[in-house]
């Protein structure tokens, strides 16, 4: 362990240190309580043994400063006592030590209370742990939840929660978002030819297009069966239509045959585009109404298009 020592008299400081240097302990030394609290603060101490009257800054205000202190771990505090000290130890107590020594100390004594800091310490140590992998499994099983198993994007929940932010954002800020509804053309007859197997790995191999189409800070999302939603921030209606043709065209280019459509041909989306009103901006539901109503149009257009609500934006259809 690193032991640091807080003595201002240099006979016991000396006497203090070569012995927890003999019980195989690394050992800092410090004159007063505002030298050992500087060098706390800039060295990984396990255990501090610290007279309780000292120049400057005493013994119990180091002792509540190291116990306020949000360190990287636990630091045992032993206080140095005179015998008739003794009365005073409960205040030692309750400033946050751990235990007490008296002067003169008895090195077996000291060796004794050095071996029950080391476990102290190292339980400490091993709770700190503990506690960091459990945040770590909270947040990968927050993060599981909130994620779909098949494409991995986010999934309905995640959406919900991200677009409280965007209402936020929006009315606070002003910011601007559109939302792109995507839905693949004809899937169910995709999934009742090729099989729901085949189907999966299609839904796999579209979000991974959707994901390398977004810019940083767009947000994908799988709504439901073989229906996504992209949020783009700081996007007018017209440069998101141009990256829903953008995606569109990227999907066609996958060509993943579908030969149970008529005709036959490859695997191809609709697209609904939608802005989010200034009016109205903790109206997410309302918005995403709209593109999936620009999205009907796109279907109703022949599929394999992109719509942009209240506008007329045109149709395309290469397959």
Known sequence: MRVLIAEDDAVPRLILKLAVEKFGHECLVAEDGSEAWDIYQNANVQVIISDRIMPGLD????CRR??????????????LTALGEKEQLFAGIQAGADDYLTKPFDPDELRVRL?????????HQELEQQKRELERLNQELFEQGRRDPLTHLGNRLRLMEDLTVVAGTAERYGKRYCAMMCDLDNFKSYNDFYGHLAGDEALRTIAQAILKNCRDGDMAYRFGGEEFVIVLPEQTTATAAIAAERLRKAVQALALRHESKTPPGVVTISVGVAALEAHEPKA???WLKRADEALYRAKQAGRNCVRVAGDGWRVTSDV
Request: glycine share 10%; no cysteine.
């Open 115 to 123: 071996l029950v800091a080391a476990r102290i310490t190292a339980l």
């Open 284 to 286: 997410t539901h309302l």
């Open 66 to 79: 190291v116990r306020e202190s949000p360190g990287s771990g636990y630091t045992y505090f032993i206080f």
């Open 59 to 62: 013994g119990l205000e180091l």
